[in-house]
């Protein structure tokens, strides 16, 4: 699995090698304000090129983010703590790859520390860079609880994510209060039902 992550890692970094420039992406806004039916040129339209383009760049600089090197300051001095850390429901927000449509959703995080830690604004860091990508939310979950993993090997990663999908609530089906839950255990969240039961008891959840 995690060389699996790692191989789309560098697809991703090799298309995005091959950008268009601005000027391209400005022209490509543009068709599609034409194709609405709207007129581009009218004085309301006029910067919206150029500031979609800003946008996106906000929306997807998760490409430009390397999550495992995020995760590389780590603590040591911990006097022996090995219990469970847990982050609670870090509000992220992505798009779907299917629509490019809107992600607002949150995750919880836990890791079982194996003698090292990491601060905690470093842990939401890495689900902004993955969130603000093109995604599928199994995907988002996965990436991060493997990114964990593997960067701070620590006894056991819990990852579970909800959020609502605003290409199935504002369009196609039209479920306005549908939101989807996903998870991802390794170690001992996998291994050890006691584990698993504790950091679901402190997120508040009974079952995934
Ligand atoms: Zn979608």
């Not at 790692?6 to 543009?30: D, H, T, W, Y």
């Not at 995020?70 to 001095?77: A, S």
């Not at 609530?169 to 291994?191: P, Q």
Request: hydrophobic share 40%; with cysteine.
């Amino acid at each position: 699995m995690g060389s699996n992550v790692r191989a789309l890692e560098r697809a991703e970094v090799q298309r995005s090698e091959e950008r268009p420039g601005r000027a391209e992406v400005e022209a490509a806004f543009r068709t599609i304000l034409r194709w609405t039916g709207d007129d581009p040129s009218r004085e309301g339209l006029i910067e919206t090129p150029a500031r979609a383009v800003r946008a996106m760049e906000e929306f997807f600089s998760g490409y430009r983010q390397n999550p495992a090197e995020v995760l590389q300051k780590t603590f040591e001095e911990v006097e022996g703590y090995d219990e469970m850390v847990v982050l609670r429901g870090v509000r992220f927000h992505s798009h779907c790859e299917h629509h490019i449509a809107p992600i607002a959703g949150r995750a919880w995080i836990a890791y079982v520390p194996s003698g090292r830690v990491v601060g905690i604004s470093k842990l939401a860091r890495v689900v902004d860079a993955y969130a603000r990508r093109l995604q599928i939310q199994e995907k988002l979950t996965a990436q991060i609880a493997n990114t964990l993993q593997e960067v701070l090997q620590p006894r056991g990663v819990a990852v579970v994510v909800e959020a609502a999908h605003q290409c199935m609530t504002t369009r196609g089906v039209h479920k306005s209060d549908v939101a989807m839950v996903t998870s991802r255990m390794l170690g001992a969240f996998r291994d050890n039902g006691e584990t698993r039961r504790e950091f679901l008891t402190m997120i508040g959840r009974t079952s995934i």
